[in-house]
């Protein structure tokens, strides 16, 4: 995970590109970065599954589809005991294939996150002389009262943070299991 200062200006790029939020007064917003080391395809067939988050996030215990995969698309998750939720109601706002972007937006639920909206991005990049991931997820949410919006962010990138390294462990985990070769072989 990169503070915000010491982005590349690949990074900054992506950010201005995709992750831009605009809050409101009583809203925080963040974002996190993760290098995974495994190919873009294998990190967006986990990522793209809006009907299978369990796929990765650890809080995540069951997860019921509503529809076809598409825009508009809502799911409901159980959230595993040890966090202040057991429910939570998400509608899929963008899936882009071609540009490996999925924006999801919390509509309700048993939980304190009111108005989340949350867009996770992929990149290709080459890590150590093999294919790998650069995943940026970025997101903004109402700050609870009785919260700061310190508190609410630190919470949130908490959260995040989790997903993230599940992510790259499941997604490192499966890249070995289908090593692929260096892009320059020695």
């Given at each position: 995970?990169?503070?915000i200062?010491?982005?590349?200006?690949?990074?900054?790029?992506?950010?201005?590109?995709?992750?831009?939020?605009?809050?409101a007064?009583?809203?925080?917003?963040?974002l996190?970065i993760?290098?995974?080391?495994a190919?873009?395809?294998?990190?967006?067939?986990?990522?793209r599954?809006?009907?299978?988050?369990?796929k990765?996030?650890?809080?995540?215990?069951?997860?019921?589809?509503?529809?076809?995969?598409?825009?508009?698309?809502?799911?409901?998750?159980d959230?595993?005991?040890?966090?202040?939720?057991?429910?939570?109601?998400?509608?899929?706002?963008?899936?882009?294939?071609?540009?490996?972007?999925?924006?999801v937006?919390?509509?309700?639920g048993?939980h304190?996150?009111?108005?989340?909206?949350?867009?996770?991005?992929?990149?290709?990049?080459?890590?150590?002389?093999?294919?790998?991931?650069?995943?940026?997820?970025?997101?903004?949410?109402?700050v609870?009262?009785?919260?700061?919006?310190?508190?609410?962010?630190?919470f949130?990138?908490?959260?995040?943070?989790?997903?993230?390294?599940?992510?790259?462990?499941?997604?490192?985990?499966?890249?070995v299991?289908?090593?692929?070769?260096?892009?320059?072989?020695?």
């Amino acid at each position: 995970m990169n503070a915000i200062g010491g982005l590349s200006g690949v990074e900054k790029e992506y950010i201005k590109k995709h992750h831009s939020h605009d809050p409101a007064e009583n809203q925080c917003t963040s974002l996190l970065i993760k290098h995974i080391r495994a190919p873009l395809p294998l990190v967006w067939s986990l990522v793209r599954r809006f009907d299978q988050p369990e796929k990765y996030k650890p809080f995540v215990s069951r997860c019921i589809s509503q529809g076809n995969l598409e825009i508009g698309s809502l799911r409901e998750v159980d959230v595993r005991s040890g966090l202040p939720a057991t429910t939570s109601t998400e509608r899929l706002e963008l899936l882009n294939d071609e540009d490996h972007i999925l924006c999801v937006r919390i509509v309700g639920g048993d939980h304190r996150l009111r108005n989340y909206s949350s867009i996770i991005s992929l990149h290709p990049e080459v890590i150590d002389g093999r294919p790998g991931t650069l995943v940026i997820e970025s997101f903004v949410v109402d700050v609870p009262e009785g919260n700061t919006k310190d508190e609410t962010c630190y919470f949130v990138e908490a959260l995040i943070k989790c997903n993230l390294k599940s992510l790259a462990d499941v997604s490192e985990r499966l890249a070995v299991q289908d090593m692929t070769e260096p892009i320059n072989p020695m």
